[in-house]
Nanobody, 124 residues
Framework: QVQLVESGGGLVQAGGSLRLSCAAA????????MAWFRQAPGKDRTFVAA????????YYADSVKGRFAISRDNAQTTVYLQSDSLEPEDTAAYYC?????????????????WGQGTQVTVSS
């Protein structure tokens, strides 16, 4: 079983950048597909980005494509989300998630393990 801990959130002005990190402990990190989701107040948790086990394949929600980049370091058992050109609409709690499923999935229910979240607030 893997434990996930996010960090790197904060308050940033529109147009700014943040790099979120998710450190994993326990389990075999390279066996998990990893993803980031986000949840704004009063809204459902939604898919942001995902990355394959090796890191060679990435997937993005249309709303962040071209602005966000997901990556992973299997030696450091960490997954990252580089978030550039941030907009007020990106304000949310960001969650790291892991799945043992094969193949890409953006469904919340397909992810087995979750972190506690890190808050990102973008001011206009």
């Amino acid at each position: 079983q893997v434990q996930l801990v996010e960090s790197g959130g904060g308050l940033v002005q529109a147009g700014g950048s943040l790099r979120l990190s998710c450190a994993a402990a326990g389990g075999t990190f390279s066996s998990y597909r990893m993803a980031w989701f986000r949840q704004a107040p009063g809204k459902d948790r939604t898919f942001v980005a995902a990355i394959s086990r090796s890191g060679t394949s990435t997937y993005y929600a249309d709303s962040v494509k071209g602005r966000f980049a997901i990556s992973r370091d299997n030696a450091q058992t960490t997954v990252y989300l580089q978030s550039d050109s941030l907009e007020p609409e990106d304000t949310a709690a960001y969650y790291c998630a892991a799945t043992t499923r094969s193949g890409f999935t953006s469904r919340y229910s397909d992810y087995n393990y979750w972190g506690q979240g890190t808050q990102v607030t973008v001011s206009s």
